[in-house]
């Protein structure tokens, strides 16, 4: 029962390093999304994909990319990580509609030097 | 403007107490869902309560329930028999329809602190 699986837990880098934060879900969910969470400001959706081939941007998304090639992953790229990257990245996934809630993984904590 | 509001930035409630956390949103989507998430310190999300705009019984979920008053746009939690395990944060969400491309948007969170 793997359920969203986020890999890595923990992740240290050096401004201007690269890295690719991992996701998959084994749910069969077509909706996927990424969010960062900062003190005081909640969680904050990155990127989001409505189905393999489709993804749109959130509300910060700037400095991240993603793409979704199959259903089950759904990776976030980081492509010049900067020091305002330092937070804690939640990947989610859950089947279409409003009455469906996220499932979440256990999150990457991520220290940007 | 803020789609979600949470205005307690923290709580403290005495054990066995019932406590409110406030949640008003803000959307002109008739159709949507309102969410509540609880995080502990170990930093899982866990998910407690679903409301949907057209229910007409506010939802419950053992001591969870959800107060939704559709017409001032607030959706509060309110936990009955509070529970050392409740001290967490608590996030409200809501997720609308395929207008709003189905996104979930949070809350700032409450920090709730249940006292012996």
């Known amino acids: 029962n793997a359920g969203v699986t986020q890999t890595p837990k923990f992740q240290v880098l050096k401004t201007g390093q690269s890295m690719t934060l991992q996701c998959a879900q084994d749910m069969n969910h077509e909706y996927m999304s990424w969010y960062r969470q900062d003190p005081g400001m909640g969680l904050r959706l990155i990127h989001y994909?409505?189905?393999?081939?489709?993804?749109d941007q959130g509300e910060v998304p700037n400095g991240y990319n993603v793409s979704r090639s199959t259903t089950e992953d759904f990776p976030l790229r980081l492509l010049s990580a900067a020091p305002s990257q330092t937070s804690v990245y939640f990947c989610a996934s859950s089947p279409q509609g409003i009455n469906s809630p996220l499932h979440f993984g256990n999150g990457t904590r991520l220290t940007v030097t | 403007a803020q789609k979600i509001t949470q205005t307690q930035p923290g709580m403290f409630v005495q054990e066995k107490e019932a406590v409110t956390l406030d949640c008003t949103y803000d959307t002109s989507d008739p159709s949507y869902g309102l969410f509540w998430y609880k995080q502990p310190s170990s930093g899982e999300m866990i998910f407690l309560i679903y409301q949907g705009s057209y229910d007409q019984q506010n939802a419950t979920e053992g001591r969870y329930s959800l107060n939704f008053q559709k017409a001032r746009k607030s959706a509060n939690l309110v936990i009955s028999a509070s529970q050392l395990g409740d001290s967490a944060m608590y996030f409200c969400a809501m997720r609308e329809g395929p207008g709003g491309g189905n996104k979930l948007t949070f809350g700032t969170g409450t920090q709730l602190k249940v006292e012996l």
């Open positions: 994909s409505v189905g393999a081939g489709i993804t």
